[in-house]
């Protein structure tokens, strides 16, 4: 008797511990499908990346001596209101209904510049007025330039908020010109025989810095050398919050986050149609939410950037952690796009819930790189996407990008890989539903169209180099296309 029950017993230990064994693997299961399902990292990030706040204190810039007026320089004004702010542990600078022309304002830590309705702040666009000479960048290069119009180095907890404009006030006339002739033919006011940015001791000249890793603080430029100002850059600053304002007639790249962590850009709109009129181009950044903002632009809507050739490298920080959704995107040469300054890497990037529609978007999804650019992107997820009408491509990627004529080739072989699109709809997406132009030696790898429904395109493909194609409850011009491609 006794035998049985030990018998009986041994038997229920030796079940239990069967059941546990399962127990723990069905576990250790869903924790391995939870970390490979892409969208519960960007939950994270969401949780993790929360707006700054500022204390409950006011601080008017016409109680520092600024003028509505539209005419009175109120540089050192908005300078004054800042400095009092910060020194005071912070608080809001509020910029009141009326129309305040001023040079380039510096954020300070804990400052939020507050724009009420109705508040117009027209910048200066007397090149003078943008000295003394700031440590930024352009186009992926870093140098001694112009001060962005809204500035920020080395900062905490910042922001930019209310329903006020923007105006840099750029046009045919002030900024776009000193673009040169664009590769499309637009020329912005140039004119033949006017100096720009092309000239060889100006864009070329900085190009050649970067690669002989000249010191910054060598590569002077400013008066005479035609590099327009970004409009908002924080440069190395954490926890920055943008909001709700409308800007409108930028020089340049418009909302420029650099080497920062932790940044929203929320409720924001963007009408601007100058050459390289980027909407937002967060660089060398982390933690970055994009949501609920209207892009009209002349140049990308989104472009996510991580430096450019050996100097990009050389830095070495990836952008990661890139969330879009909720926005609006109009004109612009593509919706959301990774490059073509993307040479140190960019990791998660998600899209979701946005609308892109118009006959002069270019394309939706945008990836751009070259042999001289180099760079991975690893990880760039998009679903619940509506769009109307595309010029060119639903998804665009290519390896071959040229910025300038002879620039494209080196030694330098870009990875892409990991790209899903779920759950879209899109009337007209013009040229191709994927365009694909990878490269012999690195094939793009890991594309999947899933739940993808195109009522028109000219072409479904055109493919090149590329590695697991995969097509899952897909329709293009009304017919189901099921792929699995290696």
Known sequence: M???????????????????????????????????????????ILAATKEPTFKNVNYSVLDYGAKADGKTMNTEAFRLAIKACTENGGGKVVVPTGKFLSGPIH?????????????????????????????????????????????????????????GTLNGQANNTYWWPWKGKTSEGDVYGYKPGEPSQLDSLNLPALMKMAE???????????????????????????????????????PFWIIHPLKCTNVIVDGVTIDSHGPNNDGCDPEYSKNVIIQNCT??????????????????????????????????????????????????????????DCFMDSPQLDRAIRLKTNTKRGGTVD?????????????????HITMNYSVYAGQKDGNFI???????????????????????????????????FKNVKIDTVKENFSLKHVKNLK????????????????
């Open 2 to 44: 006794k035998a049985i029950i030990m018998r009986n017993y041994k038997t229920i230990i030796y079940l239990n511990l069967v059941l546990l064994f399962i127990s723990c693997g069905e576990k250790n299961q869903t924790r391995a499908v939870s970390e490979e399902n892409p969208w519960d990292k960007m939950e994270a």
């Open 107 to 163: 954020l300070d830590n804990n400052v939020n510049l507050h724009l009420e309705e109705g508040a117009e702040i027209l910048f200066s666009t007397n090149p003078n007025d943008y000295y003394p000479l700031v440590h930024t960048s352009f186009e992926g290069m870093e140098l001694m330039n112009y001060s962005p119009l809204i500035y920020a180095k080395n900062k905490k907890n910042i922001a930019i908020t209310g329903k």
């Open 212 to 250: 002989k890793d000249v010191p910054i603080d060598k590569r002077v430029f400013g008066n005479n050398k035609y590099l327009r100002p970004n409009f908002i850059e924080p440069f190395d600053c954490e926890n920055v919050l943008i909001k709700d304002i409308k800007i409108i007639n930028a």
């Open 295 to 352: 892009f009209n632009t002349g140049d990308d809507c989104i472009a996510i950037k991580a430096g450019r050739d050996h100097e990009g490298r050389k830095v070495g920080i990836m952008s990661e952690n890139i969330v879009v959704r909720s926005c609006k995107m109009i004109d612009g040469h593509g919706g959301v796009v990774i490059g073509s300054e993307m040479s140190a890497g960019v990791k998660n990037v998600f899209v979701e």
């Open 379 to 395: 990880g760039v997820y998009v679903r619940n996407i509506k769009v109307g009408k595309v010029k060119q491509a639903v998804l």
């Open 414 to 448: 870009p990875k892409i890989k990991n790209i899903l699109l779920e759950n879209i709809t899109v009337e007209n997406a013009g040229k191709y539903a994927i365009f694909a132009d990878g490269l012999e030696n690195s094939p793009i790898e890991n594309i999947t």
């Open 471 to 486: 097509l899952i409850d897909t329709y293009i011009n009304n017919k189901k296309v099921n792929l699995t491609s290696n």
